[in-house]
């Protein structure tokens, strides 16, 4: 019954196995994903699996390190996008700050273009923040974010900030690097977070937990993140699942 809030099965890496693999969920314990964006091309390729799938749910949005370029026609696009079936949020969307292109001033305005395109189709954001916390916050602040709710992904960043985006309404996605033996400040910030604050998520293809670091990444894997939240948190794995699950189908508006 686990809910994954955020993966990329789009992507290259499952080209060669993807319906065998997202075949595979349900009896893996995996029973929602929520396929998250970030170009045009990601997302056509979410609403076909959206489509194909009555378990995987989108996201629709255009990553920082991808908005080079973006025109007002994109964003058209992406508004029409938002408003297909099973379409949940915006996103992934912020500011990257690990490369030095695109210009940050590019990367802010497509961020705050897309932030005002979910207040008007009323949609949660997924944010998408890398060695970018200062500007994200500022930004976040200044477009009353906490009037349009939803998840800052993989979270990296201290708990003394992670009071700051949960007083602002948002929920807390955890994946795999929890897991990580030298994810000291990640632990203590997930030891502080509330249980009804976190998500599950994987990231896949990418950042897989332990034992299975520098694997490919799978939804398949969440179980590893769950166990290592309940231990963090001197709970069950059973109601880490659960909460979790709850707070994915607050945070996604599902009924």
């Not at 378990?55 to 964003?75: K, N, R, S």
């Amino acid at each position: 019954m686990i809910f994954e809030t955020h993966a990329h099965f789009d992507d290259d890496a499952f080209k060669e196995d993807r319906d065998a693999l997202l075949s595979s969920m349900e009896e893996g314990g995996i029973t929602t994903i929520v396929n998250i964006s970030s170009d045009k091309k990601s997302i056509e390729d979410t609403l076909a699996l959206t489509r194909k799938y009555p378990f995987v749910y989108g996201a629709v949005g255009i990553h920082p390190c991808d908005t080079e370029g973006l025109t007002e026609a994109d964003l058209a696009y992406i508004r029409n996008a938002s408003r297909q079936d099973k379409i949940l949020a915006i996103g992934e969307i912020g500011l990257d700050y690990y490369w030095d292109e695109p210009d940050r001033a590019i990367q802010k305005k497509w961020f705050e273009a897309q932030m005002e395109l979910a207040r008007e189709e009323k949609l949660p954001v997924v944010i998408h923040s890398r060695d970018a916390a200062k500007d994200t916050v500022d930004m976040m602040k200044a477009l009353r974010a906490e009037d349009i709710g939803g998840v800052v992904h993989c979270y990296s960043y201290s708990k003394e900030l992670a009071k700051t985006f949960l007083d602002m309404g948002f929920y807390i996605g955890v994946g795999g690097v929890v897991t990580f033996k030298n994810a000291r400040k990640l632990k203590e910030a997930v030891e502080y977070i509330p249980l009804d604050r976190i998500v599950l998520e994987t990231d896949s293809p990418y950042l897989a937990p332990e034992p299975n670091r520098g694997k490919r990444n799978s939804s398949l894997n969440l179980p590893y993140v769950a166990q290592q939240i309940a231990d963090l948190k001197g709970t069950s794995y059973e109601e880490v699942v659960m909460v979790t699950r709850k707070n994915a189908e607050t945070l996604y508006r599902m009924g």
